[in-house]
């Protein structure tokens, strides 16, 4: 809205500041103040008023509505310093709201983005009404119905489970049945403000206790014959699907994106424990298998980070690919992040399942990832988000050229957000899956980056590769209900657009003045785990990769700064 004033500037610097030390035992929003109140299914009072003085919920309305949000990748700065702290306070507090509202953003009216806005700008809640244990990932299936009536009212009927915050949001977004007809077109949205609705028609179901995310507030809710005016309506009757759709290309790359600074902590754990621990007369850390280890986590942590990273930007440069990038980015980071917080469970030994001392934040950001992981959309429909749209990439390919220039610099300029420019399915040519031919081409007879070179020969191949097999998918392999082996195509794509983004990274950043960035070795490092992934090797990292990659991370965490790409100051 024209004339709206923005909310102040911040961002994750100041944010970090007001969090403190979390290693500081008398932090009163420190590790153990975090896991003390996870063993109580709550979140620390403090965090959350800590947020509240922040004016986080700023960061999820629109710069045009009066909020900060403009850019995509300083929503995920900002989210990961509350992530990095306690999931369950990044999620329950902050993303979940985020969640509902682009929905709004997307695609409902100016007085329904004006009255969000006013919401979240005033600290509040609006909550997702999407899930049903019945029906899972279909959303085409969902029962709870909003029936039209002849005065263009609607009556809401039938109940909703894992729904965070539902006590606590003002507003809801409803994923309702509208029609009785078989399709996409039967389903719509509703924007609903809890105020405005009879109290004797709904009713909250009892919260659901969950292994991990034990502070988000997860409840249900029942609606009998609620009345519910036709302003409610998002966008029109039956665009229901199409609103998800479009909201899942920013949540899929952002949640991801924000859920990285999980494995930061958990690196950092695991780092404070080998390093103090003395096993066989020497420190863990002196332990070959535990350097190894170590060095492939930070690996895989710079690798999602160039995934989600490229992705995030890649909404606002390549919105035309968004509704393919994203789902893959979802995909192969939350099942890279468990993977490498897994292993890590295995240096910590007993250590990493203790609720109790030192290093028992581990034991709760391994559970709260896992549900972060998940979210509203399972890893494996993911794939099949992606699995339909690869033969028409496929096709476009050949036409594809460079990347934008600067896709994935850290921190460069963006146009604003624009979300009326995502589109349903993937349009415009995949211009990231042509960055591995590109690079063996550039540097081909350049020793200096020898290694390197050879790693972007491998992976063009590959991606030349899934190509042919995309093209070679029958119409009966891309329905829901296909062939499992075809979901294989999707997954190894995955894999070859993580690769494609950590050579783009790499190319991008190496004049930005940060010397580990221009290194070709962490590129190198990842390009090798990712052998694993499409089956050319192991990925496990050679000793002349793996032994300078610890001694990078070292140099990290005696300076006290992130573990991913950017590497900014931490407290502490």
């Known amino acids: 809205m024209s004339g709206t004033t923005a909310a102040p500037r911040s961002d994750a610097a100041d944010l970090e500041r007001r969090f403190g030390d979390p290693w500081e035992p008398a932090n009163p929003v420190g590790h153990a103040a975090t896991v003390a109140a996870d063993e109580r299914d709550e979140v620390v009072a403090g965090a959350e008023h800590l947020l509240d003085e922040y004016g986080l919920g700023a960061e999820f309305v629109p710069v045009g509505l009066g909020g900060r949000l403009d850019r995509l990748d300083r929503l995920v700065e900002v989210m990961r310093a509350v992530f990095r702290r306690d999931p369950a306070l990044g999620l329950g507090y902050g993303a979940s709201s985020f969640i509902a509202a682009v929905n709004v953003w997307s695609s409902g009216s100016d007085e329904q983005r004006r009255r969000l806005a006013g919401i979240l700008l005033r600290g509040g809640r609006v909550a997702t009404v999407y899930?049903?244990?019945?029906?899972?990932?279909?959303?085409?299936?969902?029962?709870?119905?909003?029936?039209?009536?002849?005065?263009?009212?609607?009556?809401?009927?039938?109940?909703?489970?894992?729904?965070?915050?539902?006590?606590?949001?003002?507003?809801?977004?409803?994923?309702?049945?509208?029609?009785?007809?078989?399709?996409?077109?039967?389903?719509?949205?509703?924007?609903?403000?809890?105020?405005?609705?009879?109290?004797?028609?709904?009713?909250?179901?009892?919260?659901?206790?969950?292994?991990?995310?034990?502070?988000?507030?997860?409840?249900?809710?029942?609606?009998?014959?609620?009345?519910?005016?036709?302003?409610?309506?998002?966008?029109?009757?039956?665009?229901?699907?199409?609103?998800?759709?479009?909201?899942?290309?920013?949540?899929?790359?952002?949640?991801?994106?924000?859920?990285?600074?999980?494995?930061?902590?958990?690196?950092?754990?695991?780092?404070?424990?080998?390093?103090?621990?003395?096993?066989?007369?020497?420190?863990?850390?002196?332990?070959?298998?535990?350097?190894?280890?170590?060095?492939?986590?930070?690996?895989?942590?710079?690798?999602?980070?160039?995934?989600?990273?490229?992705?995030?930007?890649?909404?606002?440069?390549?919105?035309?690919?968004?509704?393919?990038?994203?789902?893959?980015?979802?995909?192969?980071?939350?099942?890279?992040?468990?993977?490498?917080?897994?292993?890590?469970?295995?240096?910590l030994g007993a250590h990493f399942y203790l609720r109790g001392g030192e290093f028992a934040i581990f034991q709760k950001q391994l559970r709260d990832l896992q549900v972060v992981g998940f979210g509203h959309a399972a890893r494996i429909a993911c794939l099949a988000t992606v699995l339909p749209q690869l033969p028409g990439a496929a096709r476009r390919a050949r036409g594809a050229g460079a990347p934008p220039e600067l896709l994935s610099r850290i921190g460069a300029e963006l146009p604003p957000l624009d979300f009326g420019r995502l589109t349903l399915g993937a349009t415009g040519p995949d211009h990231l899956a042509a960055v591995p031919a590109q690079l063996a081409e550039e540097l081909a007879g350049r020793a200096e980056y020898r290694g390197l070179h050879r790693l972007a020969t491998v992976f063009a191949a590959e991606t030349e590769l899934v190509r042919a097999d995309a093209l070679a998918l029958a119409p009966r392999d891309l329905a829901v209900g296909g062939s499992a082996d075809a979901l294989e195509v999707p997954a190894r794509y995955a894999a070859l657009l993580a690769a494609a983004c950590c050579l783009n990274t790499w190319r991008d950043n190496r004049d930005n003045g940060d010397p580990f960035l221009a290194d070709p070795l962490w590129a190198e490092a990842a390009l090798t785990r990712l052998l694993g992934r499409v089956g050319r090797g192991s990925g496990r990292l050679p000793a002349e990769r793996a032994e300078p990659m610890y001694r990078a991370l070292l140099e990290r965490d005696d300076a006290r700064r992130g573990f991913d790409l950017a590497g900014r100051d931490l407290p502490g």
């Open 131 to 347: 899930h049903e244990l019945e029906h899972g990932n279909d959303l085409a299936g969902a029962e709870f119905t909003a029936r039209p009536q002849e005065d263009g009212t609607l009556r809401l009927h039938g109940h909703k489970e894992l729904v965070s915050n539902v006590r606590r949001a003002e507003a809801l977004v409803i994923f309702s049945r509208t029609s009785e007809s078989p399709g996409s077109r039967s389903h719509s949205q509703l924007l609903v403000e809890k105020e405005l609705l009879p109290a004797d028609r709904y009713r909250y179901r009892p919260r659901f206790p969950s292994v991990g995310m034990r502070g988000v507030q997860l409840g249900g809710i029942e609606f009998d014959d609620c009345p519910v005016g036709p302003e409610t309506v998002v966008g029109r009757l039956g665009q229901g699907v199409e609103s998800a759709f479009r909201s899942f290309q920013l949540t899929r790359t952002a949640l991801p994106a924000m859920a990285t600074a999980i494995l930061d902590t958990g690196l950092r754990t695991t780092l404070r424990f080998v390093r103090s621990r003395r096993l066989y007369g020497q420190y863990a850390s002196d332990l070959p298998l535990v350097r190894q280890t170590l060095a492939e986590t930070f690996t895989d942590l710079l690798m999602c980070d160039a995934l989600a990273t490229t992705g995030v930007r890649a909404v606002h440069l390549l919105p035309g690919a968004t509704a393919m990038y994203a789902s893959a980015v979802k995909f192969l980071v939350a099942k890279q992040l468990m993977d490498a917080m897994d292993r890590l469970s295995v240096v």
